[in-house]
């Protein structure tokens, strides 16, 4: 994930500057500042203007007008915001009945939209942009950091720091501006939200408009994105997806305006400003069907916009008198017709976008903090004897019964909790914003944004004032609340989901335990413990039932030992659910008296969480048939040590056991003393869902398939496959025999020339599985062989074998790497070799690999990926150098652990708090955040998104054992390697 930069606005120097000019100006008058109610306070104090408060306000008494050439005060956009280009307009001449755009000076700049980040877009800026060549809106697969490194969203550096970045831009047909109809550049909107440079992002759309995916931008399209990898990726598409959805439903908004008569050009150019659903929905709110007129609405109903207009920009022609209508309900009055006035004003004010931009600015310099408290409803079941369930949720929220933290500081699962007690009506959640806020917001709206041109009335300036202070009690601060709210929801739901995609990357890639006959234990008291006997490539050797913690645990003791025997198993996999501290005592004990010999036998304890989801699903079922739903959690606890990618991609992710807040009772002793729901019901379901779905399928990809072994349901989370285009294969494989080379993909049905595109480089063909498929098949395969060749060669599909397609190459890069083969004078035959190996590592090495690129006209990128397909050892899996499981012959207690005490373990899990490490005592032990310093990682491991994951080991010191409550405290002292 990627940290958005938010740029404070500074405008103390040109508020100054604005009101020197104006000072000689025929206008002149007192500098109106609104008296607080309360002392100004607050960490942006001196911040502000405080001239006012330590000097008396002096009188002046407007001079006549003289003969002198009148000086322009040109209202100046703040230092953040970077107008491009600006419009200028004529003088504006106030006619009655006509309709002015409100102006703080003779010279209007450009409208800009305003997002809750403080940035903005000019409406009439103009951008170097490439076309497009997709007419498609995206669909919509990002967070908001907080600069604590630790466990938080890694931050995207700009591209053009990295060593490889040069601008490589893909040319296409239409403009993707043209496609949304925005006022805004989206190419220059996503490169200021995502920190990424904007030819990256231009391409990254474009490459996302031509359907690829993001695992095969990542590995062959490197040069495009500039090397980002693919959480990065992920994060620019998010955006791009949610201004491509804030485009699509403004259109929608305006065309539905314009049915109903209401769409003006002022408005038009508003919404086609607004960058996010928040800003949307602010400005469309009062044009909802069924919603109340707003007071603004009703005042213009009545006529009053002329005279709200002409407050602003010729205040010596209005007279309110004349605007009284005796017979009219609304305007009979003055004092009708002055509130009317104000409310058209106060609207205009919560509208316009560089007031919008500076009290955003003003409040990122000031302490809002958000607040939390026991709600009304929530004390009075507190009092009723009666509801004790309503009671008791009522006590896992106490440490926000009285709650205040500042939003720059407030913790991801803070906001989770604060979120969650607000839902379930315990809560009452409002954001404060400190006094001196309105003070500085009022002062610069009347003596400079909205200061009238020429000299008002006393009467007309207090109307002045008091809709600058409705606007900004009535529609302003609700409008700021909100944002913060969204913002910080928001923020907290993507990290969350972060976290919980890190995690799930990490845990699919644990390396997978090879060459080894395996014992599945899915331990048990009642029923006893399920056996399952896999051999070395995952088969069902044989499974059994044990009862291990009964009266005969003797004799099935002896009957484990003749299993084991009788298989030449050595290693024992244990689930981690009921039972299990019992049943690792057992196997720790007879491991110790030395039972099991002449077998070496060890154990590792492996997370059984979605075993029985998975063993009554239809997949298992499909899978294993004929066995018992309660056997088959053994066989799939044992296959996730065999091979971790295959097995849990069976599983939903969600049930895996990795999320943020699955250890809740953990997180209520030590922590946020509230026990938050399970983490997928916290965050929304969409944005999981697809972070989830893109992290499995790059860890397949990446890992790659061998097609002709691979099971329909790993082979659909390749880049490029679905679940029918899986079938699609596993069919065709079953009807014409294995695969014998990638060409062949092209002949199933519904695999198009994008999909190959996409799933190639992926979809391994290794000849020992070709051999074992083709001596495994039956009889019947054989003769089905024939017609295949035959349709292979009607459609120019060769049946040859190609050494490359056991390799990352793509075949778009066979000749590629064919003519780098020739020059380093190597033959297919020797892929992998150590001779081969040597003689391209010196031929890089002597001249380079840029310029032997150029030589062989490519990129370095794609020239780097072939030097790794050819000198890769056939067989080479990623995962070899990752973490893999833990296996021990002994056990110590919990008992065992005293302060001070330096233990060695792996973490299970990381959240947005700290990770849990599993220390080999049956319970997992927390390293709170703040122990995880810069100081104790590897250096490779500072910068990282993820410092510490599933899996790494680690060395931690303890710091406090609570063995009532089987809580133990850890402090980190180094990442083993």
């Not at 890694?154 to 490889?164: D, F, G, L, V």
Request: aromatic share 6%.
């Amino acid at each position: 994930m990627i940290r958005r930069t938010r740029t404070a606005k500074v405008y103390k120097e040109e508020t100054s500057e604005e009101e020197e000019e104006g000072s000689g100006s025929e206008d002149d008058r007192e500098e109106w500042l609104p008296e607080p109610k309360e002392p100004r306070r607050g960490r942006g104090r001196g911040k502000t203007d405080g001239t006012a408060e330590k000097k008396p306000v002096t009188k002046r008494v407007a001079k006549p007008k003289e003969s002198k050439p009148k000086t322009v005060r040109k209202p100046r956009a703040p230092r953040a915001l970077k107008v491009k280009e600006a419009v200028e307009e004529k003088d504006v001449v106030f006619h009655p009945g006509t309709s002015l755009q409100p102006l703080g000076g003779e010279e209007q700049p450009v409208s800009t939209a305003v997002t809750f980040d403080g940035s903005t877009a000019t409406a009439g800026a103009t951008a170097d942009e490439t076309p497009s060549s997709s007419k498609r809106l995206f669909k919509v697969e990002k967070e908001e950091p907080e600069d604590d490194f630790n466990f938080e969203v890694q931050k995207k550096q700009k591209t053009s720091n990295a060593p490889q970045g040069r601008p490589v831009k893909l040319q296409s047909g239409r403009s993707l501006r043209d496609e949304l109809q925005m006022n805004w550049d989206p190419f220059q909107v996503l490169s200021e939200k995502t920190v990424v440079e904007r030819w990256v992002c231009e391409n990254i759309a474009r490459l996302l408009q031509e359907e690829n995916t993001i695992p095969f931008m990542v590995r062959y399209r490197k040069e495009l994105i500039n090397h980002m990898d693919a959480d990065a990726v992920r994060d620019v598409q998010q955006v791009l997806e949610e201004l491509c959805s804030v485009a699509k439903k403004t259109q929608s908004i305006i065309q539905t305006l314009k049915k109903e008569g209401l769409l003006t050009s002022e408005l038009e150019h508003v919404l086609k400003n607004s960058r996010s659903a928040d800003e949307l929905d602010h400005v469309y709110a009062p044009y909802k069907k069924g919603s109340k007129l707003s007071k603004a609405r009703r005042a213009k109903e009545l006529g009053l916009e002329p005279a709200a207009l002409a407050l602003i920009h010729a205040p010596g022609t209005l007279d309110l008198h004349s605007w009284i209508k005796p017979n009219t309900q609304g305007v009979s009055t003055l004092e009708e017709v002055t509130t009317g006035v104000e409310q058209i004003l106060a609207d205009m004010i919560a509208k316009d976008g560089e007031t919008l931009t500076y009290i955003r600015s003003v409040c990122d310099r000031s302490d809002v903090r958000i607040q939390s408290s026991l709600s009304k409803t929530a004390l009075k079941e507190q009092q009723q004897d009666g509801q004790k369930s309503n009671t008791k949720d009522i006590s896992k929220f106490s440490l926000y019964h009285d709650f205040s933290c500042s939003v720059q500081r407030i913790q991801h699962h803070q906001t989770l909790a604060i979120n969650r007690g607000e839902n379930l009506k315990i809560l009452t959640v409002k954001v404060n914003i400190p006094d001196w806020v309105k003070t500085d917001f009022c002062r610069w709206c009347v003596n400079v944004r909205w200061r009238p041109k020429g000299y008002a009335q006393p009467d007309l300036m207090n109307v002045l004032k008091a809709a600058v202070e409705d606007s900004y009690k009535r529609l302003l601060v609700p409008l700021l609340s909100r944002a913060y709210r969204t913002k910080l929801s928001s923020s907290a739901e993507k990290e969350s989901v972060a976290m919980f995609v890190r995690n799930l990357r990490q845990r699919l890639l644990m390396c997978p335990v090879r060459g080894r006959v395996l014992m599945g234990v899915d331990p048990g008291f009642r029923h006893g413990c399920k056996l399952a006997i896999l051999s070395p490539t995952g088969q069902i050797l044989h499974t059994d039932v044990v009862h291990l913690h009964g009266s005969a645990r003797n004799r099935e003791a002896d009957k484990l030992r003749h299993l084991m025997l009788q298989h030449s198993c050595q290693t024992v996999v244990i689930g981690n659910g009921t039972a299990c501290r019992e049943t690792e005592a057992f196997f720790a004990d007879l491991i110790k008296h030395g039972f099991f010999r002449p077998l070496d036998v060890s154990y590792c304890i492996t997370s059984e969480a979605g075993a029985s989801i998975y063993s009554v699903s239809s997949e298992a079922v499909k899978e294993m048939p004929d066995l018992d739903p309660n056997l088959r959690s053994a066989v799939s606890i044992g296959r996730r040590v065999q091979d971790p990618l295959a097995e849990l991609v069976k599983i939903d992710p969600k049930h895996i056991g990795i999320g943020t807040y699955q250890y809740k009772t953990i997180l209520m002793l030590l922590l946020l003393k509230t026990s938050v729901s399970p983490f997928d019901h916290d965050v929304t379901q969409s944005l999981l869902r697809a972070a989830l779905d893109g992290v499995v399928q790059e860890c397949v990809s990446f890992v790659g398939v061998d097609v002709n072994i691979c099971s329909e349901t790993l082979m659909r989370h390749v880049a490029g496959l679905n679940a029918s285009r899986a079938r699609s294969v596993v069919e065709w494989r079953e009807k014409n025999g294995p695969f014998l080379n990638r060409e062949q993909l092209k002949l199933v049905k519904g695999l198009g020339p994008k999909s190959f595109q996409q799933c190639a480089g992926f979809v391994r063909i290794n000849p020992e599985s070709v051999h074992s498929y083709a001596s495994g098949s039956n009889v019947d395969s054989t003769p089905a062989k024939k017609p295949a060749a035959q349709k292979n060669k009607a459609k120019g599909v060769s049946n040859q074998p190609n050494p490359l397609d056991q390799t990352c190459i793509h075949p778009e890069s066979y000749s590629l790497a064919m003519r780098f083969l020739s020059q380093v004078g190597g033959g297919l035959d020797e892929l992998g070799s150590a001779e081969l190996r040597q003689r391209v590592e010196g031929c890089v090495g002597s001249r380079g690999l840029e310029p032997l690129a150029q030589s062989l006209n490519t990129c370095p990128e794609t020239l780097q990926i072939v030097v790794d397909g050819l000198t890769q050892p056939p067989g080479f899996d990623i995962r070899q150098d990752f973490e893999k499981a833990d296996f021990k012959q002994g056990i110590v207690s919990m008992s065992d652990l005293q302060r001070g005490t330096v233990l060695t373990g792996r973490v299970e899990n990381a959240a947005l708090f700290g990770a849990f490490v599993d220390v080999g005592v049956g319970r997992s032990g927390l390293i709170p955040k703040r122990y995880i310093t810069p100081d104790k990682l590897p250096p490779d491991k500072r910068s990282s998104s993820l410092v510490l994951g599933p899996g790494e080991r680690v060395e931690v010191r303890v710091l406090d054992v609570d063995l009532q409550r089987s809580r133990i405290t850890l402090d980190l002292i180094r990442v083993l390697r």
